[in-house]
Nanobody, 128 residues
């Protein structure tokens, strides 16, 4: 079992920055960590991913590439999402997710089905 706890959400103005944190715990091995977001009335969408084995390769959704950065502090079992140049379109509940299976199908890292542990989410609201 893996438990995930997000924090760091809030209400910010367009152009501001925010840093989300996700602390994971539990005995199950984590192979990758990811962030997703879900706006009202929309499906949950991929934001970013960091692999935890071999190399800390990262992946980003096109909508956040160049503005968001995912990172991992393994000593603290914490995954971060640094969000810069926020816009109202970034308003959503942000969820942390863990991949707990050794492998996933090719090019499925952006699918919610590739992750089997989820946090409760943290709200990010950006006003113009």
């Amino acid at each position: 079992q893996v438990q995930l706890k997000e924090s760091g959400g809030g209400l910010v103005q367009a152009g501001d920055s925010l840093k989300l944190s996700c602390v994971d715990s539990g005995p199950t091995t984590r192979y990758a960590m990811a962030w997703f977001r879900q706006a009202p009335g929309q499906e949950r969408k991929f934001v970013a991913r960091v692999n935890l084995r071999n190399t800390e390769t990262t992946f980003y959704a096109d909508a956040v590439k160049g503005r968001f950065t995912i990172s991992r502090d393994s000593a603290k079992d914490t995954t971060y999402l640094q969000m810069n140049a926020l816009s109202p379109e970034d308003t959503a509940v942000y969820y942390c997710a863990a991949q707990v299976t050794p492998t996933i199908s090719t090019n499925t890292y952006f699918r919610t089905s590739s992750y089997h542990a989820w946090g409760q989410g943290t709200q990010v609201t950006v006003f113009s």
